[in-house]
């Protein structure tokens, strides 16, 4: 076995240099065509090659084929990723195409220069009669891994890409097609065959496909409604009802594309080589675990962020102290109270926002230590918000403690324009910086901050780390990485950051910084991730579905532990013909349904238009709502932290589709708007507005408990779709009699009053 997280891939780096360095007259030679040949590797593996063809195949100890090349597997050429800009002010407003491609490979001997590593070479064939080089590795890592490395020997003449090409496994899936799950934060779409991903950290996008808005949105703000597949967090790891997964160990900008019936094409823009590993099982939740163990498990969330709910709130100290009393009043169990504006806000021209400042604002809240030791004594803790960007405040009339725009500019701890000055970019009427996380100055800096402002001062114990998208491409950064290359990193590099700062201080790890941007390796650097800006609304574009298919495949490709606005964040109030979305308090609380059993923390948002749209602290019958489910988070504080115990030391989902428990069920795998929390609780949201009744299919064979009715349904091994009543306030819940989990000893937890 390997250290987690560790991708020994060029583990004979002299051997790739020799196989690089061979003249191309020997590769023609070694190329001429012959059968097969089988190498046995360690751990039961097996490679058939076949030279020329480049016909390449690696089995399980089993049997089952887990990776397929042909000729086609090495591929180069150019496209339009250095053509002009495409990406502005966080979102892709032209997605890069490709326009050159090289026609297949020839490939020449094989060596195993030792019993796990499996390697040989070929040429690609380009345009103009020129060749490019590669070499390929495969070095078997575990008893259910297989990494891999293809490296070029030089750059395409001309190119600006390399990809993989490799076979779709049909032939070894369930039901004869190899669907595709996970991807990151992909919040649309469940089952990716048939799509192309783009591996750019994005915004999301307002409305994702949902008409009319997105249309609008488009026009407004050009890239600004995204598409079905754009995120955040993209994540090149995946698995396959072919019972396998891969990962690509990568930072550069490309695309995933699932759209070729018989392969699938991984591409970075700007690589020269390609890293990844295949995992296979005998299970999709062996594939599943042995993804996330291979790229990093996720460490469990502190135990106090599971006491209550993370209560947003906005207003300064006056009106959060008036919330806090009277939800403390209707006995709302409360972990934390978020604060965004703990920075202070003003007046711009746009409206009131927060001030990019990250220094405690004793002017908006005056009574802040004051009213932290309050809290302190009831088990409540501070929660604040950061991000890696500062504003330059100087045309408007604030006061500042600190002004880290004009210490950061004087100390060039910002990433700069192609004229050596600061790049600003705009928000409305607000400039701000974005500081250089590849100038180690500016790290450091940055950290000092989080450890005396936030930590410190603020007593913050957990906060939103926003943003890590918007690097833009004609950025200059200290290191002299090109922008286009470290435009993915920077997300990684916002995680790391953090978690080095906290790493310094006493009681860092419980702190709990939650984040939407990732990429590479981030989930292993994250404690908490939430889905990001969803859509006051039910639906599946951007609305509170979305939210659920975000947590499903994000738990398929490493990123285990979830959580989202409850009520969603982006309102949209404009003038006709745009639709309005603004929600309402059956919208809220539909949303409080499926946080208490979805997601490992409860964390409601007061939404960018907190005076227009329904909050918690309305009535004292949304208050009670809200009790009453987060008492239902706290009942199941136990069973979550047993799940996240799992996820951090196997890689086991938390918020789990059905096709994890019941893979041989076609009507299990497409089921995308239920979810299981661990095995035992299967949940059914309400993702329509009116709605009284629920359909729900229950996997078989089983036995379910209906939370509220107390009534059990009984289902064979192709389950049953049943009709239960789901009023607001009781939503479709059902509990598996199964061994370890007593179903009505639960239920009685979770609704002792029924």
Known sequence: MVAKGVYPYTQHPYLMAAILMAAPALLLLLAAPAAAQKYSLCHGFTVAYARGACGVRVAAPTGRAVFEADSS?????????????????????????????????VCGAAAQPSPCVFAFRGAAAVAGGAAVEWAAEFAVQTDARVGFNVTLAAPAPAGNYMALRYKALDGEAMDGVEDVYGMG???????????????????????????????VEDLVTPGGAGTEVTSYAPAARYITTALRGILFDQLNIGLASFTDPAYHRILYWHATSITGAVVTGATLMDAAERLTQASGTMRAVPSWMLDGAVVGVVGGQDFVD?????????????????????????????????????????????????????????????????????????????????????????????????????????SVSIEF???????????????????????????????????????????????????????????????????????????GGDVVPFMRAGAGASARHTRLFWMGDQLLSYDRHDGLHSALLGLLNGGLSGISFGHSDIGGYTGVDAPAPVPKYLRDAELLCRWIEMSAFSDVVMRTHPSNLPTAVAQVWDSNATAQFLGKFVRIHVALKGYKQALMAAAEARGTPVTRPLLLHYPESAAARGVDDQFLLGASILVAPAFQAGVATREVYLPGPGCWLHLWSRVWTNTTGGGATVAVPAPVGEPAVFLLHAPGFDAVAMAERLAPEK
Do not use: C
């Not at 496209?79 to 002010?89: I, L, P, S």
């Not at 065959?193 to 249309?215: F, K, N, Q």
């Open 73 to 105: 597997f090495v591929e180069v050429g150019r496209g339009t990723v250095d053509d002009g800009a495409f990406f502005q002010d966080g979102n892709v407003v032209r997605f890069p195409k490709v326009v050159t491609v090289s026609d297949g490979s």
């Open 185 to 215: 934060l992909q919040y649309s779409v469940w089952n990716l065959r048939g799509r192309e991903v783009p591996l750019i950290v994005d915004e999301g996008g307002v409305g994702r496909g949902l008409e009319p808005l997105s249309a």
């Open 322 to 426: 008036k919330q806090y009393a009277f939800l403390k009043a209707a006995g709302v169990p409360m972990a934390g109270v978020w604060m965004q504006d703990w920075v202070g806000q003003h007046a711009f021209p746009e409206g009131t926002r927060l001030l990019w400042n990250w220094q405690l604002n004793r002017a908006h809240y005056p009574r802040w230590d004051a009213m932290v030791d309050a809290w302190a004594a009831d088990g409540v803790r501070p929660v604040i918000y950061l991000n890696p960007y500062v504003a330059n405040l100087t045309a408007f009339n604030v006061s500042l403690r600190e002004n880290q725009f004009e210490e950061g500019t004087a100390k060039g701890y910002f990433v700069k324009d192609k004229a050596g000055g600061v790049y600003l970019m705009k």
């Open 433 to 507: 910086a974005t500081v250089d996380l590849f100038n180690p100055a500016a790290r450091r800096w940055y950290m000092n901050i989080i450890q005396r402002n936030l930590v410190g001062e603020a007593r913050g114990a957990a906060w939103m780390h926003d943003f890590g998208e918007y690097l833009p491409f004609d950025a200059v950064l200290h290191d002299g990485t090109p922008a286009v290359a470290a435009h993915n990193a920077f997300a990684l590099r916002w995680a790391e950051l953090v978690e080095a700062a906290l790493a310094e201080v006493p009681h």
